[in-house]
């Protein structure tokens, strides 16, 4: 019990600002992806998905189970479920049919908590989906559990010659 409350003050101490202090550094590697100036890969032109995105939805289906993955242009895998984990598993009767799809995608079960706990809540998707077909039922819960399929347009600095200068999204006009 004494080491926790150790590790508590550490805590509280680390993260009190100095007197004085006029500026504060953010260091999360996303912060600049959530403020929509962070650089985006375009690949080449030729490819036919592209690869301009920050965050993108990959949905692996095999013959028994479903995995869901939310990949970084540049540090790979970030989120992942998938009906092969036991906690999973345990609930469901088959770990590829429509409800494995659909629980996969439930906020109450996996992929859109592990998403909404780690502040992602806009990714690019791919998937081409049949009309009420399993893919179409995952991703109509995931956008009803408050998941954004489109990420923002990247904001491009203003150019002097530029007729209008689009509002940046930190930047508040009361």
Not at 112 to 118: F, N, V
Request: charge should be positive; glycine fraction near 6%.
């Amino acid at each position: 019990m004494a080491s926790s409350r150790k590790v508590f003050h550490k805590i509280q101490e680390l993260n009190k600002c100095a007197e004085g202090v006029k500026h504060l550094v953010n260091r999360n590697p996303r912060n600049l992806e959530r403020l929509r100036v962070a650089y985006k890969t375009d690949g080449y032109h030729l490819e036919k998905p592209g690869r301009s995105y920050w965050h993108k939805l990959e949905l692996t289906a095999s013959n028994k189970y479903v995995s869901a993955k939310l990949n970084h242009f540049q540090n790979g895998t970030v989120v992942e479920s998938s009906t092969s984990e036991w906690a999973i598993k345990q609930h469901l009767f088959k770990g590829n049919d429509t409800a494995a799809y659909v629980n996969l995608a439930k906020v109450g079960l996996i992929f859109a908590t592990r998403c909404m706990e780690a502040g992602l809540t806009e990714m690019r998707c791919d998937l081409q989906p049949k009309p009420n077909g399993k893919v179409d039922k995952f991703l109509e819960t995931l956008t009803s559990c408050g998941i954004k399929l489109e990420e923002p347009e990247r904001l491009k600095p203003a150019r002097p010659w530029d007729m209008e200068r689009p509002e940046k999204p930190w930047e508040v006009t009361e």
